[in-house]
């Protein structure tokens, strides 16, 4: 046992209880959640709310306890416009993929939050930070990924809690924002985000609002033991 760990540290400590006002806090908070496409404030975000923010991502479970995220935070305007018009290359790209009422209502929808937030955070994997052997990502490489996505929604609750917005961009040439930000080789973009204030928010998602798809029964999705009919 290293030095600095004390035998306190290592031995299981009673398990807090949460009483029913905190629960409900918590399922308040998810079912707020909110993709925000156009909807930021200009306003800057307050530094301490945006560390809360980052070290909520950063308590995210981990594989190994590799912690393979980074966050760029990204405030620079020429690199913003620069990423807006890789965006606008691929997004136009996006929209010849639908066609008829979808392609007019993919059409109509704002998209517009990489210049509108006052803060863009590109959420990154580092696939070789825990080394060659990893504890728990042996049989399963993607694991890293897996923990990187959990980090994010630790980060979008959060910022849903203090008020803050958060969006999620995934219409880029990957190659064109790895270039972009200068992401090495080895390093996986795991998420765009564009973060902000907001003082609207859809009290549905928006594209189930819009009629693009409707959220499933959740007894249709919740199975015994195996896959239906197995």
């Known amino acids: ?3 600095e760990i004390s035998a306190e540290q290592v031995v299981p400590q009673p398990a807090r209880s949460f009483d029913e006002r905190e629960r409900q806090a918590l399922y308040d908070i998810i079912n707020a959640r909110r ?3 156009n909807e930021f404030r200009p306003d800057p975000i307050d530094p301490a709310a945006l560390r809360r923010i980052l070290a909520a991502a950063h308590a995210a479970p981990s594989v190994g306890f590799m912690q393979p995220w980074d966050f760029l935070l990204i405030r620079d305007p020429k690199r913003r416009a620069d990423i807006h018009a890789a965006f606008l290359r691929a997004n136009a790209e996006a929209e010849d993929m639908f066609e008829g009422d979808r392609k007019a209502l993919y059409r109509s929808l704002k998209l517009e939050g990489i210049l509108t937030s006052p803060l863009n ?3 990154t994997c580092d696939r070789t930070r825990g080394g060659k052997v990893v504890l728990g990502r042996t049989h399963n490489s993607n694991m890293d990924l897996y923990s990187t996505v959990c980090a994010v929604q ?4 959060a910022a849903r809690a203090e008020g803050i917005g958060i969006g999620w961009v995934s ?3 990957p190659q064109d924002l790895r270039d972009l930000l200068g992401i090495p080789d ?3 973009i795991v998420a765009y985000l564009c973060a902000g204030h907001v003082d609207e928010l859809y009290p549905r998602p928006e594209l189930e609002a819009r009629g693009w798809r409707q959220r499933l029964d959740l007894d249709s999705v919740i199975h015994e033991d195996c896959w239906p009919g197995q």
């Open 186 to 188: 080895h390093v996986e």
């Open 1 to 3: 046992m290293p030095p």
């Open 121 to 123: 955070i590109c959420v």
């Open 171 to 173: 219409i880029f040439r």
């Open 154 to 157: 630790n980060l979008w609750l």
């Open 35 to 37: 993709d925000v496409r």
